[in-house]
């Protein structure tokens, strides 16, 4: 099991670009989700989806857009990449069985918008 | 004000000696709660659950006060491995997209 695998590690972007974040689990997870972490911040949700063709929105979803086609793939668009949207970003997976099922963490995507 | 909010720290720590930190939650509606662990430039990790009862973990201790709404953890006998930056979790639902970190506290255990 690879577990929950984000790719790329690390991207440079220049205001005004886009891009995909991409974020794969091979667990069988129905709930898939984004988090953006900034220092003092803690872990901000930023869209989620609790099953293939189904998802929405968390704290802070202005300027990112998901789509969930598959069980195993959420990837996370950047439609013009601001300042703002700098940011270590991580993907989550988990099952759906209720308030104690863990969730697992991707490696992170630093992000960083020049 | 946050709804979850910790101690960013560092706390120092000598090997072997006990550290203990709060987290506390503004939101009543919260049921379940976690301690995640987080190394530098990692991804999180969860801990441990922490139970209305408290529960222990080896040498990690897990409270709950509903009434002052907060949690604790407590480490004894600390290694140098744990130095980390510890995430405090509060859910108000069944799902995962209830789940609010705080910003978490860092303890630095020194030699």
């Known amino acids: 099991n690879a577990g929950v695998t984000q790719t790329p590690k690390f991207q440079v972007l220049k205001t005004g670009q886009s891009m995909t974040l991409q974020c794969a689990q091979d667990?069988?997870?129905?709930?898939m989700s984004w988090y953006r972490q900034d220092p003092g911040m803690g872990l901000r949700l930023i869209h989620y989806?609790?099953?293939?063709?189904?998802?929405d929105q968390g704290e802070v979803p202005n300027g990112y857009n998901v789509s969930r086609s598959t069980t195993e793939d959420f990837p996370l668009r950047l439609l013009s990449a601001a300042p703002s949207q700098t940011s270590v970003y991580f993907c989550?997976?988990?099952?759906?069985?209720?308030?104690?099922?863990?969730?697992?963490f991707g490696p992170g995507t630093r992000l960083l918008v020049l | 004000r946050k709804e979850v909010e910790q101690d960013p720290g560092p706390f120092n720590v000598p090997e072997g000696a006990t550290v203990a930190f709060n987290c506390t939650y503004s939101?009543?509606?919260?049921?379940?709660f976690f301690w995640y662990r987080q190394d530098c430039r990692k991804e999180p990790k969860l801990l441990m659950s922490?139970?209305?009862s408290g529960n222990e973990d080896g040498r990690f201790t897990a409270q709950l006060n509903r009434a002052s709404q907060y949690i604790s953890l407590l480490i004894r006998d600390s290694k140098l491995s744990d130095s980390a930056t510890y995430l405090c979790?509060?859910?108000?639902?069944?799902?995962?997209?209830?789940?609010?970190f705080g910003g978490g506290t860092r303890v630095l255990v020194k030699p």
């Open positions: 989550a997976s988990s099952r759906l069985g209720g308030p104690q099922e863990t969730q697992y």
């Open positions: 667990m069988n997870h129905e709930y």
């Open positions: 989806s609790v099953g293939a063709g189904i998802t």
């Open positions: 939101n009543s509606a919260s049921q379940s």
């Open positions: 922490v139970y209305s």
């Open positions: 979790v509060a859910q108000r639902g069944a799902a995962g997209n209830k789940l609010t």
